[in-house]
Structures are given as structure tokens and as C-alpha cells.
């Protein structure tokens, strides 16, 4: 079977989306977002989901979990993993390897070229690679017995159970209450799980497909600037009068959802307390930050060609790379 997997992987404001667009549209292919904040329904200008004004979603004869899968289609090409589900719905990685791979054999079957694109590197490694601790559920009766924990309680918890696993954490999620109780909840778990799980047909379908990633990056200060950009063009597209509209529905800032980027920020501007030029100076900080760590999580993967945005015809040399493998039947 020539079965073939693009990824189109980076740092926020690379130009990912776009790329990737312009891939489908040459190789038959069909876009699949990895980006863990626009699955929500009702968020959009805050995720960066950049879809024309008044497209409306699709819906596909996919079902997932009782519910049709929607898709938006954007100059003849389908964008699935956007408006999964809603602001308070639960969704995590192994949610989004279902769905990826239902739209992914669906691509197969129509002879199409699957693109998963993203930033979300959790996403794009559940994808690719049979990670077992993505179908440990949560532990409803730990996360209420841990509630009132302080971080350094929840770390020293977390270093009796797996010093390992909290050395490898980054700084970030060592300060994040909500990271440190999943690690522990990992770590608990960690002798009790069916190694079966992960295997299977995702192995098979794994052993048979040929995976192409492409990386883009940019210079820092030139990213930077892209990031304040991109921010600014959200924020006077209607960002706060969306975070409005969500909060007039009853979402509220304690959701994962409302805690993301260009959500969170908006609180304490509800909340009378700081003004919209403090709310795009945090979020463009955070967003930064955010970058910084994305580079720092797909630099780890070897299999990844690194394009620099900056250098000249780096898009031309991205299609001849990818024509190059497309073409290529996969013998095994």
C-alpha cells in the first residue's frame, strides 16, 4: 500500500497554515489542523484559525463519538480539527489522534494526500508515534484530593513518584498545577498500563506509511515582529468582543479553553483591572514565549527538514522536496 503522510510542523507565525495550502492544492491533498486551542467551537480569532469571513463548516459522513466531524473547505481544499467541540467540552491529545486518523484513512481512500499541520507537538506526536500514555483517562478522585495542593506540594509529590519524569519537564510545566497532577497521574498509572493500547491497527497503519516532516522556522527578531503583527491584526479583527460573546454564554475563565492564549488574557480586562494595550502587551509576551518552546519541542525530532522562511526560494525547494517523496512508491 503507498500510503504517504505529510506534516507541516513550527513555531506560531511561520506561515504553516499557508504552506500547507498551497501543498494540497498541488498534490490532491487535504489539510488536518494540529492545534490543541482550535478545536473549540466559538473560538476563532483568538486561535489564529484565519478562515475567510462567513465560511461556513461542512458536514462529513465521519462520526465521531456520536457526532458528525466537521470540515471547512477553503479554495477546494478540506481543513479538518477545527470546531471539535465545545468551550467546555472535555478534549486532549488522544481525543485528537482518534479523529486524525479517522480523517486520515478517509484521505487514503479517496487517493488524497492526508497534510497534518500545527504547533501543538503533542498533537503531531500522538499522530505518529503509539504513545500509550496518551489512554490513561484522568483520575477524577486524585485530581479532587490534590485541589487545594500548592505547586511545590504537587512537585515533591510528583518527584516521590517519577524524579525522572519531573527532571525532563520544562520549567513551564513544572510551575503548572494542571501539568504536574497529569504527570502524577501518569506516573501512578505508569506499571498498570495494557501495552496493547497504543499497538494494533495504529502500529500496522504506522509500519506502512511513509512520513514526510517539514519544519519552518525564522529568525527571532524577524518572528517577533510577525507575532506583535499577528496579535494586533486579532485584536482589531474583534478578539475582545469574541472573549465577550463566550462569556455571555456561560464559558468561564476557568475552562482550559478560556485559560489559552489570547483567552486568559482577557480576564483581568473584564474584570476592570488593566487595559486593552496591557492585554496585547501579555498576550504578544506569552505568545513569545510560546514560540520559543514550540522550537525547543520539534528541534528534539531528527526526522524533521528545517526550512528558514527568510532564505530565497525556500518555498520552491520545499515543493521539489515534497514531489520528490510524493512520487516515490514505498517498498517495505
Known amino acids: 500500500m503507498n500510503r504517504k503522510l505529510l506534516i507541516i510542523a513550527g513555531p506560531t507565525a511561520t506561515g504553516k497554515t499557508s504552506l500547507a495550502l498551497t501543498l494540497a492544492n498541488k498534490f490532491n491533498g487535504e489539510l488536518i489542523s494540529a492545534d490543541s486551542r482550535q478545536v473549540y467551537i466559538g473560538m476563532d480569532l483568538g486561535t489564529g484559525k484565519d478562515l475567510p469571513k462567513n465560511l461556513k463548516p461542512q458536514t462529513s459522513k465521519l462520526m465521531w463519538r456520536g457526532k458528525p466531524i466537521r470540515y471547512y473547505?477553503?479554495?477546494g481544499v478540506r481543513i479538518w480539527g477545527y470546531d471539535l467541540v465545545?468551550?467546555?467540552?472535555v478534549f486532549n491529545a488522544a481525543f485528537f489522534e482518534e479523529i486524525a486518523w479517522m480523517v486520515i484513512k478517509n484521505t487514503w481512500r479517496q487517493g488524497k494526500l492526508p497534510v497534518l499541520v500545527g504547533g501543538t507537538g503533542l498533537y503531531l506526536k500522538a499522530v505518529t508515534e503509539p504513545l500509550i500514555t496518551?489512554?490513561?483517562?484522568?483520575?477524577k478522585k486524585l485530581r479532587r484530593s490534590v485541589e487545594q495542593e500548592s505547586v511545590t506540594e504537587l512537585q515533591h509529590r510528583l518527584i516521590n513518584l517519577d524524579k525522572e519524569h519531573f527532571n525532563r519537564m520544562n520549567n513551564s510545566d513544572k510551575q503548572n498545577k494542571r501539568r504536574l497532577v497529569r504527570a502524577i497521574e501518569l506516573a501512578r498509572n505508569?506499571?498498570?498500563v495494557n501495552k496493547t493500547l497504543a499497538g494494533g491497527e495504529k502500529e500496522t497503519l504506522l509500519a506502512e506509511t511513509s512520513i514526510?516532516?517539514?519544519?519552518?522556522k525564522a529568525p527571532k527578531p524577524l518572528l517577533d515582529k510577525r507575532i506583535g503583527e499577528r496579535v494586533d491584526v486579532r485584536i482589531k479583527q474583534g478578539a475582545k468582543n469574541e472573549v465577550r460573546q463566550l462569556i455571555k454564554q456561560g464559558y468561564t475563565f476557568d475552562l482550559i479553553s478560556m485559560s489559552g492564549m489570547g483567552y486568559r488574557h482577557w480576564k483581568p480586562y473584564f474584570e476592570g483591572t488593566t487595559t486593552r494595550e496591557e492585554v496585547a502587551r501579555r498576550w504578544k509576551f506569552d505568545e513569545h514565549d510560546y514560540a520559543r518552546r514550540q522550537l525547543t519541542w520539534f528541534k528534539k525530532d531528527q526526522a524533521v527538514r528545517w526550512y528558514d522562511i527568510t532564505e530565497t526560494n525556500w518555498q520552491k525547494r520545499v515543493v521539489g522536496l515534497v514531489r520528490e517523496w510524493y512520487s516515490k512508491l514505498i517498498i517495505r
Do not use: A, F, R, W
Open 73 to 75: 473547505s477553503v479554495g
Open 86 to 89: 465545545k468551550p467546555d467540552e
Open 134 to 139: 496518551l489512554h490513561i483517562p484522568p483520575d
Open 190 to 192: 505508569n506499571t498498570k
Open 212 to 216: 514526510l516532516k517539514i519544519g519552518l
